[in-house]
């Protein structure tokens, strides 16, 4: 990731698009379905993104549910994040 953090612009939208996904990912874990989108053009400002969340009927089979802490602490360990203040995973 070195050499696509060198420059300051990228490592701030890396930034904005790691913590945006681990959001999504701490919504799912907790029961939410989510979807992340632009939702105003990027001519109008950089930061626009969307995450939207709805609590489900059900919860989510256990598989499910450990791939996704599988996929958080993957996230977390490649961008080197330590600790967070999000949730406890």
């Known amino acids: 990731l070195n050499p696509l953090l060198r420059h ?17 990912l701490l919504l799912e874990l907790a029961g939410y379905d989510v979807k992340v989108f632009e939702f105003i053009g990027g001519e109008h400002t950089a930061k626009n993104v969307m995450i939207a969340a709805t ?11 450990e791939e996704k802490r599988r996929q958080l602490r ?3 360990e490649l961008f080197g994040v330590r600790r967070q203040r999000l949730a406890e995973w």
């Open 8 to 24: 300051g612009i990228f490592r701030e939208r890396m930034a904005e698009m790691a913590t945006d996904s681990v959001r999504a």
């Open 55 to 65: 609590r489900r009927q059900r919860p989510r089979p256990t598989a499910h549910i």
């Open 74 to 76: 993957q996230q977390l």
